[in-house]
């Protein structure tokens, strides 16, 4: 049986694992009460995340905030949740938050990220 927090500490973690692979610095602000639990850069582009379960969990006001902060600096604002298709196991996906409703994001993928400099 799992816990709330470990389950959450785990996607925090998949998230995080999932960036770093796609050429991202990611720091993690652990036990944050904070807008993001993750944030992420490299060239020419940074990511705020809050891990979640699904998009929609976020109030829209955190969702807001989130928006708000990520554009002070141009990054994307995002929210990493589990996805389970069938019998394969669970991984990481991405949502880009567009607007402070549940049904306001898009997937978004590392893989559309810029190329890095020189790449």
């Not at 009460?33 to 109030?59: H, N, T, W, Y």
């Amino acid at each position: 049986m799992t816990s709330k927090y470990s389950d959450g500490y785990r996607l925090e973690c998949a998230a995080r694992n999932e960036l770093r692979e796609n050429g991202y610095e990611v720091i993690r602000s652990a036990g944050s009460k904070g807008a993001a639990d993750l944030i992420g850069f490299k060239p020419r582009e940074s990511v705020f995340c809050q891990a979640k379960k699904s998009a929609g969990q976020m109030s829209p006001r955190d969702r807001e905030r989130l928006i708000w902060l990520a554009s002070m600096i141009g990054g994307t604002p995002l929210a990493a949740r589990w996805e389970k298709t069938g019998n394969a196991a669970r991984h990481v996906v991405f949502d880009e938050l567009t607007g402070p409703g549940p049904k306001d994001h898009v997937i978004w993928s590392p893989d559309w990220a810029l190329p890095e400099v020189g790449a």
